[in-house]
């Protein structure tokens, strides 16, 4: 399978917006990237994503798995964890 070329479009966006935004920004402003591809690029032009984003994204992703297998939702609240079940 052959891969896509990164366009310097492409490449400026991601030194301006990799390091500060969030995986579904940047996703839904690169289609056609996969957040793999997107994150081998990013290591090779020399950036690294603030670590803070790293957790939320982790969190968010959690959140929507447990979503999707249990139905059950939860939000992060005034320090504690709460949970609604549709």
Not at 10 to 18: C, G, H, P, S, V
Not at 53 to 76: H, Q, R
């Amino acid at each position: 399978m052959a891969t896509k070329k990164w366009t310097q479009e492409e490449e400026n966006f991601l030194k301006e917006n990799y390091v500060n935004n969030s995986k579904e920004f940047i996703l839904n402003r690169l289609p056609d990237r996969t957040w793999k591809a997107i994150r081998e690029r990013c290591v090779s032009l020399g950036l690294a994503r603030n670590k803070n984003l790293i957790n939320i994204d982790t969190f968010n992703n959690a959140k929507k798995a447990i979503k999707e297998k249990y139905g059950v939702e939860f939000s992060w609240q005034a320090k504690e964890l709460t949970y609604s079940h549709d």
